[in-house]
């Protein structure tokens, strides 16, 4: 784990960020080496823990390169290249459950108090109405990564198979070539 996420999850802790997990995900993302998702009891203290977060990270000289959500607090998003960090109103990352969506990336011990790590506090919590969009379409991930729909057309196969563009047989273009070839 980078010492700047080490120091942004210490941070998290002392905010009283609740429920860390962090995600090695350097073998199944293109785009980052770790994702840290915490949670936060309302959006003040979503805020809250964001801005301790960034303000510690920044003291330190490490520069936030992109950021999302930080208008409402229900779902902060920091990108530091490196790393990632997630930081919910409780609610919405049920909603969204990230973990789920990471279940092969391989979760990190972080060795930390249950009371750090136990959500259960969380439950009586509402969910928003309507809940904040998925984060993080603007940077990080592949163009495509996070469209709701498949449109069933693979990139690079417009062609019909046997076609060229002027959708003549490919076959035609071989005989041309073979009667042309110096014998």
Known sequence: MPEALRAALACAVDSKAVGPV???????????????????????HVGGITEAIMRSLKDAGVRVIGTDGLQDHLWDLLDYDDFLIHVFYHPVRLHYDLEGMWTDAPRVELGLPEDVMDTAG????????????????EFAGYDDEFDDEFDGEDEGEDEGEGEDEDGDEDEDEDEDLEAAAPS
């Open 22 to 44: 962090l995600l090695d995900v350097s073998e199944v993302a293109g785009y980052t080496d770790w994702v840290l998702l915490l949670s936060g009891r309302s959006d003040r």
């Open 122 to 137: 969380l439950a009586q919590l509402t969910a928003p109405d309507p809940m904040p969009g998925f984060r993080g379409q």
